[in-house]
């Protein structure tokens, strides 16, 4: 059965100490130390919880201003999407709907196959500087660059296009989407799509992070899954996979 270590939380990557049990990885010891010099201790300091927690929230409220000021300046990638400011590129759907502005250089960080397809592939980043996503809808397409501009997507947005985004960032090599993702998926996991997600991780780009989470869920609520309409006709369609259930039960 496949097994995960859940990771030590720390105190400081982490939430505030709510007792006197404190927990802090070496990277952030190492920067309290540092930090607690300015904050008036000596090297190897042994203070009192609460000095230590005085210590934390005063890190951890820098910490919060810089990633405040980072979303703010990165944020204006996403607007400039939205508006379409200095384009040079259209994205088009694969339905009829309307296209999307978008600007090379940004695809181009974002994804080394978009970079190569709009660097040389001319069969398909066409004469009249139009990149066609013909596994995409316009919808999904616009989640898709939504999510290239500014890294994040709504919640309501990922829950509803979070499958055809994990392939669509599989093809063209976001692998940052497609951990964000495959988390997504995973805490969505119930007895009655969990199979489905199975059948995806192992068929679609064979990716063994998502598998194994999957195949632990369904050991830990096998009675469930297998109760579902989906079971039987999984099991007839995918008779390897089964075995793999049932042995990951054993």
Request: overall charge positive; aromatic content about 8%; hydrophobic content about 35%.
């Amino acid at each position: 059965m496949p097994m995960f270590k859940r990771k030590t939380k720390c105190n400081i990557c982490g939430p505030l100490p709510s007792s006197n049990s404190l927990r802090v990885c070496q990277d952030c010891k190492d920067h309290i130390t540092m930090r607690a010099e300015r904050f008036g201790y000596e090297r190897g300091f042994s203070p009192k919880i609460v000095e230590v927690v005085d210590v934390l929230k005063w890190i951890k409220g820098d910490v919060m201003d810089v990633r405040t000021e980072r979303i703010e300046f990165l944020s204006g990638f996403a607007k400039q999407f939205n508006k379409g400011t200095h384009a040079d590129l259209i994205v088009k759907p694969g339905d009829k709907n309307p296209s999307f502005s978008a600007h090379r250089v940004l695809l181009a960080s974002r994804s080394d196959v978009l970079k190569n397809m709009l660097d040389s592939d001319e069969s398909r980043v066409h004469p009249n500087d139009t990149l066609t996503f013909q596994e995409l809808n316009h919808e999904q397409l616009e989640c898709f660059m939504e999510f290239l501009y500014s890294g994040e997507l709504p919640s309501k947005k990922l829950e509803k296009h979070v499958q055809c985004l994990l392939t669509a960032a599989d093809k063209y090599g976001v692998p940052y989407l497609q951990k964000y993702c495959e988390k997504q998926m995973v805490k969505d996991f119930t007895p009655s799509n969990v199979l489905d997600v199975l059948e995806i991780a192992d068929s679609a780009f064979s990716n063994l992070t998502l598998k194994e989470a999957a195949l632990t869920y369904i050991s830990r609520n096998m009675r469930s899954v297998v109760s579902t309409e989906k079971f039987a006709d999984f099991a007839v369609k995918n008779p390897q996979l089964t075995v793999q259930i049932a042995r990951a039960w054993t």
